[in-house]
């Protein structure tokens, strides 16, 4: 399982584009790359997943360069209400251990 | 709906009691898994299940056991209950197989307290 690192924490204000990165250098041919957001006494939740490349849905945006070392997910004009914990995770589905790590903690300001 | 319901959702017990936390999932997931969420530590996992009867250790699965008995259900079981296993606890599951899941669907989460 690919070990990740991500940023602890971010502060944004509102309105703004919020880019966090994960590093991932031992990432494996058959792995793919996804974040969840979680908010508090909540569980995390499903935004993004990608192989290669860029992906977007109508959350987020997931940049992924071609040696797929590392994944950016780009937030567009976040809110109040995107302030959650983001994790990177990193793995091949579904038969293995799944370590999701500390996350970032994105906090927006008004 | 999609999805991993828990029960209960919030539960104070006595030390040495026994306990028992269900999952059940409606979406036909292989794959089923437990974490605990403590601050500063993230989400760890407990156990996890590939298929009915098919479980193994996660990270911190000491004081815990689990039964995969029917595919829809994980059962994670506090045989003795000790204050260090106070916590906030999630269910998740998924497809299983090598490369794309398309991610795993967390319960709302079961927060223990052990006194």
């Known amino acids: 399982l690919a070990k990740t690192t991500q940023p602890i924490s971010m502060d944004s204000y509102e309105g703004q584009e919020v880019n966090i990165t994960c590093s991932h250098n031992n990432i494996a041919t058959n792995d793919y790359i996804t974040w969840y957001q979680q908010f508090p006494s909540q569980g995390p939740r499903f935004i993004i997943q990608?192989?290669?490349t860029k992906v977007t849905n109508e959350v987020a945006s997931l940049f992924i360069p071609a040696d797929r070392k590392s994944s950016t997910l780009s937030l567009p004009r976040v809110s109040l209400s995107d302030t959650a914990v983001y994790y990177c995770l990193v793995d091949s589905g579904g038969y293995q251990k799944v370590t999701f790590g500390i996350g970032t903690k994105l906090q927006v300001i008004p | 709906e999609a999805q991993v319901t828990q029960n209960p959702r919030y539960l104070i017990t006595v030390t040495g009691k026994k306990l028992t936390v269900t999952c059940s999932q409606n979406m036909n997931h292989e794959y089923m898994s437990w974490y605990r969420q403590d601050p500063g530590l993230g989400l760890r996992q407990i156990y996890y299940?590939?298929?009915?009867?098919?479980?193994d250790k996660g990270d911190v699965p000491e004081g815990y056991k689990v039964s995969r008995k029917e595919k829809r259900n994980f059962p994670l079981i506090l045989e003795s209950p000790s204050p260090n296993q106070t916590s906030l606890y999630f269910c998740?599951?998924?497809?299983?197989?090598?490369?794309?899941?398309?991610?795993?669907?967390f319960g709302s989460g079961t927060r223990l307290t052990v006194v």
């Open positions: 990608g192989y290669k």
């Open positions: 299940s590939m298929n009915v009867e098919v479980t």
């Open positions: 998740a599951s998924s497809v299983a197989g090598t490369g794309r899941n398309y991610g795993y669907t």
